[in-house]
């Protein structure tokens, strides 16, 4: 039954709608299906392999999210207690209003402060340019970076309401990445390596590649006016300076998989637990009450489309992932969670069929339509395997 999948990754390659994709999926029981197509490179020779390696980006968040809540259990972090005090950078926020007539941002104190859940469910009002025309017009008169460099910059950060009255998709898993550090005293990289990485056998994830592992990484491309895909240069895994807990991972299918197998467990995969079911549970239920989450709409049409998987459903946001209030078309229950990366690389997990699955490619803009194309299709015929 898995001709049919490897039919649909061949042919999305043939037609040029992605250079090269890998797609793995899982149930409670083990693997249900690992396949690749096409070429690491537009015009190269390197094949696409089950063991390529891919700049993940926002499904970093997941695993950042994970790594936040094992401190939650070990009392190390708080859900709600203000983080001004873990990350002074946060004491004092200040909230974008509107603009002066010529153009200069009008801030005001937040009425209330930032916590960690807030960050992990996009409603403590900080948000990302790249989606936000307001954030990225203040960005502009604040001579503030994309995203913040320093403690300066990210004090100097305006939200966009106050904490917990919106959603907004945001930088927000960056800092959660930093109240991980603050907490632990582990650099972000380290406490991954020796929490998740090393104990789910995660061994091709990580900020920074060595040369063995950037020998088999696949080449971002960019989608031409044509329809066609260009390789482009697009620095990953180099770690940037900045251990980006939103967005700076790389890693492999089969190691993201493991990942959600874990989740799928419960916490824990072959013998080894990094979560308690009860805070798995927790992390998959809706987090933002009557706020629901919004269109992406992209102020940077070179690297996203609009981005909203579902239009027309009312969508949650947990303790890290976005939740469908309804059964999709391709067969996800409601209830599963999912997300992706910005070089369209995405991933679902449907906790009432005990299901998850894993597509990468690497192109941008994100939320190609030709790419989320084949997502569905593969989504389809993983429920058709998990069914047989």
Not at 12 to 38: E, H, K, N, P
Not at 88 to 99: D, K, S, T
Not at 102 to 110: H, I, N, Q
């Amino acid at each position: 039954m898995t001709d049919r999948i490897d039919a649909a990754l061949q042919e999305a390659t043939r037609r040029g709608d992605v250079a090269g994709v890998v797609a793995m999926a899982a149930s409670a029981d083990g693997v249900l299906y690992q396949g690749a197509a096409g070429l690491r490179e537009a015009g190269g020779s390197a094949a696409m392999t089950t063991d390529t390696v891919f700049w993940i980006a926002s499904m970093t968040k997941a695993i950042t999210s994970v790594a936040a809540m094992m401190l939650v259990e070990q009392g190390r972090l708080s859900l709600d207690a203000p983080l001004g005090a873990l990350l002074p950078a946060l004491a004092a926020p200040r909230v974008l209003e509107g603009f002066a007539p010529d153009g200069s941002p009008l801030l005001r104190p937040a009425r209330t402060a930032v916590t960690l859940r807030h960050l992990l469910t996009h409603t403590s009002g900080y948000s990302y340019e790249r989606w936000s025309a307001d954030l990225l017009a203040a960005h502009q008169k604040l001579g503030l970076s994309r995203v913040p460099r320093d403690w300066d910059e990210l004090a100097r950060e305006p939200l966009l309401f106050d904490p917990g009255t919106g959603w907004s998709y945001s930088i927000a898993t960056d800092l959660v990445g930093k109240a991980v550090e603050a907490a632990s005293g582990q650099a972000l990289d380290a406490f991954m390596q020796a929490h998740i990485f090393a104990p789910l056998g995660m061994r091709d994830s990580g900020f920074t590649l060595d040369a063995a592992r950037a020998a088999r990484l696949a080449r971002v491309h960019a989608r031409q006016p044509d329809g066609g895909l260009a390789p482009m240069e697009f620095p990953v895994g180099q770690g940037l300076g900045f251990l980006a807990g939103g967005g700076g991972l790389c890693s492999t299918a089969g190691d993201y998989l493991r990942f959600l197998r874990m989740l799928l467990g419960g916490g824990a995969l072959d013998g080894v637990r990094l979560l308690t079911p009860e805070s798995v549970a927790e992390m998959g239920r809706n987090q933002i009450g009557e706020l629901a989450f919004q269109t992406m709409r992209t102020t940077s049409p070179a690297t996203s489309y609009d981005a909203n998987f579902f239009p027309g459903m009312v969508q949650k946001w947990g303790l890290g992932f976005l939740i469908n209030t309804e059964r999709t078309p391709s067969g996800r229950s409601p209830g599963g969670l999912a997300w992706a990366g910005l070089g369209n690389t995405y991933y679902w997990l449907d906790p009432a069929r005990g299901v998850a699955g894993v597509l990468m490619t690497q192109s941008l803009p994100f939320a190609d339509p030709r790419t989320l194309d084949l997502l569905w299709t593969f989504e389809r015929e993983v429920y058709r395997l998990a069914d047989a």
